[in-house]
């Protein structure tokens, strides 16, 4: 299959999103085998949720019967695919300056393996990802020039880059994460992966 037939999956996830953070860990297991080209999507919901008219999150603004039925969901779906939960003493946490870093490893290539860090960081470890000591230390375990990348991610090009991605996710009818679009369609949720890579046969 030429390179130009392969179809793309685009995996557009949040940091602070814990069904985004199942999904990090499962997309490349499942699409392999496929002919498939995985594009890592890093951004933010807040804009997002800004525009609606009575600015609600669905996991801040959630009946608290409903806050605990996700809570359940993430820590048996976490068993299941046995990646490791513990859940954030805050939460949501603040993902800015880790989206941004994202961004440039989006553009460099080394995006998913910073992406499963950060979120292991946050849902693992219960580590500050809004912390630049703690993503100072998740570049220098990746081998990146950690100073080097906090600098670049602080100008104008790369916060401009990231508001460019937000504007794309909202022209895209995205609308929360992890999202997935691939052959012109749009699946949204982890448990809508499967059916994603799926759509590719159609």
């Given at each position: 299959m030429a390179d130009a037939d392969i179809p793309t999956l685009e995996f557009w996830y949040d940091f602070a999103s814990p069904y985004s953070y199942i999904s990090a860990y499962r997309i490349e297991r499942m699409i392999s085998g496929h002919s498939i080209k995985l594009v890592w999507r890093p951004f933010l919901l807040g804009p997002i949720f800004k525009?609606?008219?009575?600015?609600a999150s669905p996991f801040q603004r959630a009946s608290p019967a409903e806050r605990r039925y996700r809570r359940r969901d993430i820590e048996r779906l976490c068993t299941a695919y046995q990646i490791p939960l513990v859940w954030?003493?805050?939460y949501p946490r603040g993902s800015l300056p880790a989206t941004?870093?994202?961004?440039i490893a989006a553009n460099e290539g080394w995006c998913g393996a910073f992406s499963r860090s950060v979120y292991k960081a946050n849902y693992a470890d219960d580590l500050d990802i809004a912390d630049k000591s703690v993503l100072a230390d998740v570049l220098s375990s990746l081998g990146r020039n950690?100073?080097?990348?906090?600098?670049?991610?602080?100008t104008v090009e790369v916060k401009s880059e990231l508001a460019q991605q937000v504007d794309r996710a909202i022209s895209t009818g995205i609308f929360g994460a992890p999202s997935f679009l691939i052959c012109g369609e749009l699946f949204w949720g982890n448990d809508?992966?499967?059916?994603?890579?799926?759509?590719?046969?159609?």
């Open positions: 525009k609606l008219s009575d600015d954030p003493s805050n941004r870093i994202a961004m950690a100073v080097q990348i906090l600098e670049k991610a602080e809508r992966l499967e059916q994603a890579i799926a759509w590719t046969r159609t």
